[in-house]
């Protein structure tokens, strides 16, 4: 039996309050976090934490929100487990003025978003959505994303420690809490403490659908690129000008089209791709991420990138370009598979509360790529988040109640295997 089966769960609530609050991430900006307004959800947080009865609730100077449930196992060596989720939200889509709605009891018909009505959630584009027929589902207005990702993890883990303070009778060691900004802009670990954090394993709350488990992600770079062209009066230009812009967009155009991009790649296959373009006659400036489950795999990449960069550029004389590759994070498979029984216990407790577990493999990553070579092993678990970045974003209600109960049981497991 479930340790929540008679628990009168918040998330839902809470996910709706969280959703409300604007914590957009800024890709351009050089500060930490890269949007000060992420700061109003970390205060609400710790306020949160507070009221519940966790005394040593903090945000440092960065925007980082920790906590500490303390032990209340009597078992010796029971590791200390860290629960994370991000609390800003992606740049892709709005994130101002977010209006959730709760539609009870979904039916299985096309959901119409009222503030623009062209956006309609169908089970047809979301096929994940057939299986929540009867859940309850939180949903945007149209105008915005929902901010589920990573929202409906936070909230996870803040009726999750609700939970156990009202239950104190679930045994459990001690469990350190960390919400974090910036996640969507690559930057979530950053400025991150382990030495403040002291935690031996942990676990994302950032996964989408019920039961799903990822150990395994890409492996990052970033590729900046720099065409310099050659300036000249337009009037007077010819023979002279060598427009940067055209020439980046001759190389753009050279790229693969039929393979090595997101929109023709899926399962374990990597890519390239452009994600920026800024410049002017002179000077264009083309951001790139390279991903591969194969971190080997990347620098091939990069070669290859290159090559096509240079057939292009050696065509026009006196054009010259700069390459600058900067590491992102590494497949954290790398890491958990030298301690399989992080996944393991997470894939027990979802059995022990009825969920059909699913390993996937992530293509992108998550704060637990990075922190797993920092030192935290860290899979990362469901939270039901769907249709994420976008206006069609949703999550299940019930999803984010199985979540807490697999936590509830998960904590209790690492206190078992502690014991034997």
Request: aromatic share 8%.
């Amino acid at each position: 039996m479930s340790k929540t089966k008679n628990y009168e769960f918040t998330v839902a609530e809470r996910f709706i309050n969280y959703a409300k609050i604007d914590t957009e991430a800024d890709p351009k900006s050089t500060s930490f976090p890269s949007s000060m307004k992420q700061k109003d959800l970390a205060k609400l947080l710790v306020e949160e934490l507070k009221h519940m009865g966790i005394e040593d609730a903090e945000m440092d100077e960065w925007g980082y929100v920790f906590a500490t449930i303390p032990s209340n196992t009597k078992k010796q060596n029971v590791p200390v487990i860290c629960f994370c989720s991000h609390m800003d939200t992606a740049p892709d889509c709005s994130g101002k003025n977010v209006k959730p709605i709760l539609h009870h009891k979904y039916n299985g018909a096309p959901i119409t978003l009222p503030d623009d009505q062209s956006q309609i959630i169908t089970t047809e584009k979301h096929p994940y959505l057939k299986e929540k027929i009867g859940d309850d589902i939180i949903t945007a207005s149209g105008l915005t994303l929902l901010g589920a990702d990573d929202k409906a993890g936070v909230a996870i883990i803040m009726d999750f420690a609700h939970f156990l303070i009202k239950n104190p009778h679930a045994e459990h060691g001690k469990i350190r809490i960390l919400f974090t900004p910036d996640e969507e802009v690559g930057r979530g670990v950053e400025k991150l403490d382990m030495k403040k954090l002291q935690a031996d394993y942990g676990y994302t709350l950032d996964g989408g659908e019920l039961g799903s488990i990822e150990d395994e992600s890409f492996s990052a770079d970033a590729v900046d690129i720099v065409i310099q062209g050659v300036s000249a009066h337009p009037g007077y230009a010819k023979g002279k000008m060598k427009n940067a812009m055209k020439i980046a967009a001759e190389f753009i155009d050279a790229l693969p089209k039929d393979s090595w991009s997101p929109e023709t790649t899926s399962g374990r296959e990597g890519f390239i791709h452009p994600t920026s373009i800024n410049g002017t006659l002179e000077k264009c400036s083309i951001g790139f991420i390279i991903r591969d489950h194969d971190t080997s795999k990347l620098s091939q990449y990069e070669d290859r990138l290159r090559g096509i960069l240079d057939s292009v550029v050696t065509k026009y004389p006196g054009v010259s370009s700069s390459f600058t590759v900067k590491e992102q994070y590494r497949n954290m498979k790398e890491v958990i598979s030298t301690v399989p029984f992080v996944t393991d216990y997470a894939i027990e407790a979802m059995t022990r509360v009825g969920i059909t577990p699913k390993p996937v493999i992530i293509r992108g990553g998550t704060d637990g790529s990075r922190l797993s070579f920092m030192g935290l092993p860290c899979p990362n678990l469901f939270t039901g988040e769907m249709g994420i970045h976008s206006r069609h974003e949703y999550v299940s209600v019930q999803d984010m109640q199985k979540a807490v109960s697999t936590m509830a049981e998960l904590v209790g497991i690492w206190c078992e295997k502690a014991g034997k």
